[in-house]
């Protein structure tokens, strides 16, 4: 299976900041990889699919770049409600795998 | 309003099964797959399978193989997750989520989460 290594595993950031994170395949994924935010007692929320396409309705703060086994999720001003969790996922293969989660933390 | 609904809470002794609902409303419910996923308290997501909602046609992760099964009602738009011989580490969050219309196998609509508490 495709292992999805996703760094850092936890941050702490300020409203404003411009983040990023990194979520590393073990083998090439070509574009096949998504971004999911989750906040606690809630279901992920889809925000990037083919590694760079904004979901409909996300706002264009979040960014995604990357291809093959290098992956980057960017939020370019954090604003208060970004303070959670994100996951991504990768479909090229079966089994669908995900990363280990980043979580954002209020500095 | 799109979205899938999913059964309460469940508590069950190691060995037993349990079976999860996921009812879709909104949509064509044979117009999308749907996916299982868990996640454990504390931890990340983990893929257990997929439907086909048309057809009934079903894969399982290797993981799960033997102790998992899916189905579809399509009479009543749902589909179940039924989890055998449980034992403590199946303690966790199982989801459903759809398949949006695209050539990506992400998941845009997701079940609120069941809680399957595995204990003696």
């Known amino acids: 299976a495709i292992q999805l290594t996703q760094s850092p595993s936890s941050l702490s950031a300020s409203v404003g900041d411009r983040v990023t994170i990194t979520c590393r395949a073990s083998?090439?994924?070509?574009?096949?990889l998504a971004w999911y935010q989750q906040k606690p007692g809630k279901a992920p929320k889809l925000l990037i699919y083919d590694a760079s396409s904004l979901e409909s309705g996300v706002p264009s703060r979040f960014s995604g770049s990357g291809s093959g086994t290098d992956f980057t999720l960017t939020i370019s001003s954090l604003q208060p409600e970004d303070f959670a969790s994100y996951y991504c996922q990768q479909f090229n293969f079966y089994p669908l795998t995900f990363g280990g989660g980043t979580k954002i933390e209020i500095k | 309003q799109e979205q899938l609904v999913q059964s309460g809470a469940e508590v069950k002794r190691p060995g037993a099964s349990v079976k999860v609902s996921c009812k879709a409303s909104g949509y064509t419910f044979t117009s999308y797959y749907i996916h299982w996923m868990r996640q454990a308290p504390g931890q990340g997501l983990e893929w257990m399978g997929k439907i086909n909602p048309s057809v009934g046609s079903i894969n399982y992760s290797e993981k799960f193989q033997g102790r998992v099964t899916m189905s579809r009602d399509t009479s009543t738009s749902t589909v179940h997750m039924e989890l055998s011989s449980l034992r403590s580490e199946d303690t966790a969050v199982y989801f459903c989520?759809?398949?949006?219309?695209?050539?990506?196998?992400?998941?845009?609509?997701w079940g609120q989460g069941t809680l399957v508490t595995v204990s003696s």
């Open positions: 989520a759809r398949v949006p219309q695209r050539a990506a196998v992400v998941f845009d609509i």
């Open positions: 083998q090439g994924i070509s574009s096949a």
